[in-house]
């Protein structure tokens, strides 16, 4: 079993930063791959961001492309989102998702556990 919790959402002009952490109990975490996901009101969850289980492999939605970075540190059983160049339509509340298997997918229906969300809104 893969709990996680999503933490470092914020309020941040355009042009800011942030980073977002996902924290993970359970044993198995560190062979899980792992997807942030976002979902901005009325509309549907997309995908952001994902990493294999070693970190050595990722991959990135267009429209977060060269502004979001994804990378993890098993050893704290953490996996985190630096966002650069954040813009009002990257507003949104954001997820961590993690699936029993190495390789990502940009498929929610392909993860197991999902936390909570974490709230980023980008003003202009």
């Known amino acids: 079993q893969v709990q996680v919790v999503e933490s470092g959402g914020g309020l941040v002009q355009a042009g800011g930063s942030l980073r977002l952490s996902c924290a993970a109990s359970g044993r198995t975490f560190s062979r899980c791959a792992v997807a942030w996901f976002r979902q901005a009101p009325g509309k549907e969850r997309e995908f952001v961001a994902a990493t294999s289980w070693s970190g050595g492999s990722t991959d990135y939605a267009d429209s977060v492309k060269g502004r979001f970075t994804i990378s993890r540190d098993n050893a704290k059983n953490t996996v985190y989102l630096q966002m650069n160049s954040l813009k009002p339509e990257d507003t949104a509340v954001y997820y961590c998702?993690?699936?029993?298997?190495?390789?990502?997918?940009?498929?929610?229906?392909?993860?197991?556990?999902w936390g909570q969300g974490t709230q980023v809104a980008v003003s202009s």
């Open positions: 998702a993690a699936r029993l298997a190495g390789l990502y997918s940009d498929h929610r229906t392909r993860y197991d556990y």
